[in-house]
């Protein structure tokens, strides 16, 4: 996997954390651009079903349109195998790559945003799931 494109809109990745919350966990999904780190896509949902990602998803192609034959990188979780998630790369034309089996290292990238938002914006605060 490559780390580092040489423009915007070549490699993007994709990953859902959670954040606690008064009345439990709340899930953000995020889609970063790995040439900036720059999330281009995001969606907050009560619940870590498909629609989190295809949401962040949907939401970053709209803001970049980025041209066919970008890289999307996420884990196998079953939010990014599920059809609608698998179809909604295939009309954006997207490339779908996901991690190896046993490799967390391959969604490290987006992984260390998560640990940077949590230490630098989250820890200590205290949130509301309304």
């Not at 606690?20 to 889609?31: M, R």
């Not at 192609?61 to 179809?87: C, E, M, N, T």
């Not at 790369?89 to 997207?94: D, N, R, V």
């Amino acid at each position: 996997m490559n780390f580092t494109p040489d423009a915007p809109n070549q490699v993007w990745t994709s990953d859902i954390t959670y954040l606690w919350a008064d009345e439990g966990w709340l899930p953000p999904a995020i889609v970063p651009d790995l040439f900036n780190r720059e999330v281009v896509g995001w969606s907050l949902k009560p619940r870590t079903t498909a629609d989190i990602v295809t949401d962040a998803l949907t939401m970053a192609w709209f803001r970049r349109k980025p041209a066919a034959g970008l890289i999307h990188h996420s884990d196998r979780g079953s939010q990014y195998a599920s059809h609608v998630y698998r179809a909604k790369l295939k009309a954006y034309g997207m490339v779908c790559s996901m991690s190896r089996k046993g490799n967390c290292w391959d969604n490290a990238p987006t992984e260390s945003w998560f640990n940077s938002f949590k230490n630098e914006w989250v820890h200590g605060h205290a949130f509301r799931n309304t």
